[in-house]
């Protein structure tokens, strides 16, 4: 598989990082594989009986493969996020530098971690086929983002064609992520072995079609945001007579999601110079629930969406686990709004860009992450506007909690 990742992959898997990255695969893959039956004895002091032994049916293993492609999904998952992030900066009139240069950035990350799994794959029997492929894509990704990052930001004409050329790299992901998920459900119907899913033809040709073209730059449409989802009409008195206890206290992994205490602690808002703007919790206007609702009011814009910023921290993320973000915007005149969940450091784990306006809409969005984080963010960005913006009922849940 070394051989069609170039010398530049080769170097670059055997870094400190990704050492580290294989070896907690790795170890992940070894815990699954040692699963070993137990047989209950009758006793210690209680003579046996003098029968034939009994044959006890050893216990279904695990595929090899099983732990590796679920962390490879949870990573393509986190690039399919990404590129839906690069389709609606690309897709602005203007290109905001920062933004978009910080997307091109974690799209090479996460590629490059994707890589390493993929090789693990493609080195098992049985999803060897599926690991190849992904391992070519994510290496096809890897160059686009490297072209892209190469480009001077100061020609914002090169940098919109080479992030076209990107998402031209990204187009086979959905494709392969079905590909992934035949092949954990394979594992899943089959733990002790047995026919693994193939590549079919048209993704394995969409993915020699990906690679970044030296000239001419391909179009790419950018894929809508999704709608978000209007809240039912209701009479706004029965909103604001709703009873407090319908916004609790913690709603899932977040406390004070309806800003109902007297003040809107834990949450803070982050405004970046020469940004001005302000959070207050408003009884006045009619909430989307409970009798409270956040309100920003922005005096002096900002450029960068992260300039004006709604957010909590100390949010726990558990590996491996999907979550559901739900955040209920309101906005004095149509605008846009970011709603995002990342690390401490900014990692993203899921995002939406949606125009919101002046009725209650729902914002909501799946996201997962591949490591433990127990101090993930969860952010509302109101860059970009001067419009007034209010928030409420807040959520971040576990979808394996919540399932019936």
């Not at 400190?16 to 790795?26: C, F, Q």
């Not at 293993?61 to 590129?83: G, K, M, Y």
């Not at 100061?154 to 076209?164: E, F, G």
């Not at 690390?343 to 997962?368: H, K, L």
Request: hydrophobic share 40%; charged share 20%; with cysteine.
């Amino acid at each position: 598989m070394t051989s069609n990742l170039g010398s530049d992959a080769v170097r670059r898997r055997f870094s400190p990082e990704r050492v580290g990255t294989l070896i907690a695969s790795l170890l992940i893959i070894v815990g699954s594989l040692g699963a070993v039956s137990t047989i209950s004895a009758s006793g210690a002091d209680s003579p046996l009986p003098s029968v034939a032994p009994r044959s006890v049916a050893p216990a279904a293993t695990a595929h090899p493969f099983a732990s590796t492609a679920n962390l490879t999904l949870q990573i393509h998952e986190r690039l399919v996020e990404e590129r839906r992030t690069l389709e609606a900066e690309v897709a602005r009139p203007r290109l905001d530098m920062s933004a978009l240069i910080d997307t091109v950035r974690r799209l090479n990350t996460t590629a490059r971690l994707g890589t390493d799994f993929a090789d693990t794959l493609s080195g098992i029997d049985g999803s060897r086929e599926v690991g190849t492929a992904l391992a070519t894509f994510y290496a096809a990704v890897a160059k686009a983002a490297d072209e892209a990052l190469r480009t001077s930001s100061a020609d914002q004409a090169s940098y919109r064609a080479a992030s076209k050329r990107l998402l031209a790299a990204l187009k086979p992901a959905d494709a392969l992520q079905k590909q992934l998920e035949a092949l954990i459900r394979s594992a899943e119907a089959t733990p002790n072995g047995g026919t693994t899913p193939t590549v079919d033809p048209g993704a394995s040709a969409a993915i020699a079609s990906a690679k970044p073209p030296k000239s001419a730059s391909p179009t790419a449409s950018p894929t809508p945001t999704p709608a978000p989802t209007q809240k039912p009409t209701a009479a706004p008195t029965a909103r604001a007579s709703t009873a407090p206890s319908s916004s609790p206290a913690v709603a899932g992994r977040i406390n004070n999601p309806g800003f109902e205490a007297t003040g809107p602690a834990p949450w803070t808002l982050a405004v970046e110079a020469p940004a001005v703007a302000s959070l207050t919790v408003d009884s006045a206007a009619s909430p989307f629930e409970g009798q409270q609702s956040a309100r920003i009011d922005i005096s002096v814009p900002s450029d960068a969406r992260t300039g004006v910023s709604l957010r909590q921290a100390g949010i726990s993320i558990s590996q491996t686990k999907r979550y559901l973000c739900r955040v209920a915007l309101r906005a004095a005149a149509a605008r846009e709004v970011r709603v995002r969940v990342a690390s401490a450091s900014g990692e993203t784990y899921g995002t939406r860009v949606v125009t919101i306006g002046p009725v209650w809409q729902t914002v909501e969005f799946e996201f997962g992450s591949f490591v433990e984080d127990p101090s993930a963010v969860v952010a509302v960005d109101l860059g970009r506007s001067a419009v007034t913006t209010w928030v409420d009922a807040v959520q971040i849940t576990d979808l394996s909690e919540s399932a019936p």
